[in-house]
Nanobody
Framework: QVQVVESGGGLVQAGGSLRLSCAAS????????MGWFRQAPGKEREFVSA???????YYADSVKGRFTISRDNAKNTVYLQMNSLKPEDTAVYYC??????????????????WGQGTQVTVSS
């Protein structure tokens, strides 16, 4: 099992940008699929984006065209570049790792390891 830790959250004005990072431990990071989820106040956890070991990417409809997921296997790190942020993007963002291919990628129950979360607040 891989361990992951998120960072990069903060307070930003609507229309601004943030880049989240997810640092993973272990020596088999490159074989994992990685996902980002978020949970807003009063709402359930929702899928944001995912990237698999061959670098295919997946996005929730709500973030398509605004967010970009990437990974640097040499640094054991996955990133979420968030542009054109909206107040509705405000949430705690969680990084997750899946040793086996999650099907679908949006199913949080298919992920094996979770980070502690990083707060993203977008003001209007």
């Amino acid at each position: 099992q891989v361990q992951v830790v998120e960072s990069g959250g903060g307070l930003v004005q609507a229309g601004g940008s943030l880049r989240l990072s997810c640092a993973a431990s272990g020596r088999t990071f490159s074989s994992y699929s990685m996902g980002w989820f978020r949970q807003a106040p009063g709402k359930e956890r929702e899928f944001v984006s995912a990237i698999n070991w061959v670098l295919s990417t997946y996005y929730a409809d709500s973030v398509k065209g605004r967010f970009t997921i990437s990974r640097d296997n040499a640094k054991n790190t996955v990133y979420l570049q968030m542009n054109s942020l909206k107040p509705e993007d405000t949430a705690v963002y969680y990084c997750a790792a899946a040793n086996r291919t999650p099907r679908p990628y949006s199913d949080y129950s298919k992920y094996d390891a979770w980070g502690q979360g990083t707060q993203v607040t977008v003001s209007s």
